[in-house]
């Protein structure tokens, strides 16, 4: 069931929701560790007159641009509820190329559940005419699905590996 403007206007608003994916830490620790290693190296080479310092040196700079790089490359999904569109954002926060979404465009908030032996697993995305798009993750999967689906105004569909239950957002 969709909510009309005048339902959503009368409602409690809600503001501007963003949710900002974390860096990508293995990227960040292997490209460092390639950094530091190719430092030795160049150092090494250096004290002992070797040309091949400045290959290492210049992979040393090459490994720590692409790890600071991958620190800053960020994924973040914003819902602006005044608008009533969702922006996604790929890159650094000032530079990152984006696309908007309209609320019209959106079919539904699935929430896939899968529960492995190990440690369960959650992902919310917002499920559009044009694609899915997966919102990055959180500590509360499940409140963020529902805050997703009563500020869009969009069913909420929940997806486990056992069953498909559809709507659950409308129970009482």
């Given at each position: 069931?969709?909510?009309?403007?005048?339902?959503?206007?009368?409602?409690?608003?809600?503001?501007?929701?963003?949710?900002?994916?974390?860096?990508?830490?293995?990227?960040?620790?292997?490209?460092?560790?390639?950094?530091?290693?190719?430092?030795?190296i160049?150092?090494?080479?250096?004290?002992?007159?070797?040309?091949?310092?400045?290959?290492?040196?210049?992979?040393?700079?090459?490994?720590?641009?692409?790890?600071?790089?991958?620190?800053?490359?960020?994924?973040?999904?914003?819902?602006?509820?005044?608008?009533?569109?969702?922006?996604?954002?790929?890159?650094?926060?000032?530079?990152?190329?984006?696309?908007?979404?309209?609320?019209?465009?959106?079919?539904?908030?699935?929430?896939?559940?899968?529960?492995?032996?190990?440690?369960?697993?959650?992902?919310?995305?917002?499920?559009?005419?044009?694609?899915?798009?997966?919102?990055?993750?959180?500590?509360?999967p499940r409140?963020?699905?529902?805050?997703?689906?009563?500020?869009?105004?969009?069913?909420?569909?929940?997806?486990?590996?056992?069953?498909?239950?559809?709507?659950?957002?409308?129970?009482?």
């Amino acid at each position: 069931m969709r909510l009309t403007d005048e339902q959503l206007s009368s409602q409690n608003a809600i503001g501007d929701l963003t949710f900002r994916g974390s860096a990508h830490w293995t990227a960040v620790i292997f490209f460092s560790g390639m950094s530091i290693l190719h430092t030795c190296i160049a150092v090494g080479a250096f004290w002992h007159g070797r040309w091949e310092g400045y290959m290492s040196a210049m992979f040393a700079i090459v490994f720590t641009i692409v790890a600071a790089v991958s620190y800053w490359w960020r994924f973040e999904v914003a819902v602006q509820a005044d608008r009533r569109v969702v922006v996604t954002r790929v890159g650094p926060r000032v530079l990152g190329l984006g696309q908007e979404i309209s609320f019209a465009a959106v079919r539904s908030i699935r929430l896939t559940f899968l529960n492995p032996p190990e440690r369960p697993l959650w992902r919310v995305e917002i499920v559009c005419d044009a694609g899915d798009v997966e919102c990055p993750v959180t500590s509360v999967p499940r409140e963020q699905a529902l805050v997703l689906a009563m500020t869009i105004g969009a069913p909420l569909v929940k997806v486990s590996a056992d069953r498909i239950v559809n709507d659950i957002s409308n129970r009482g």
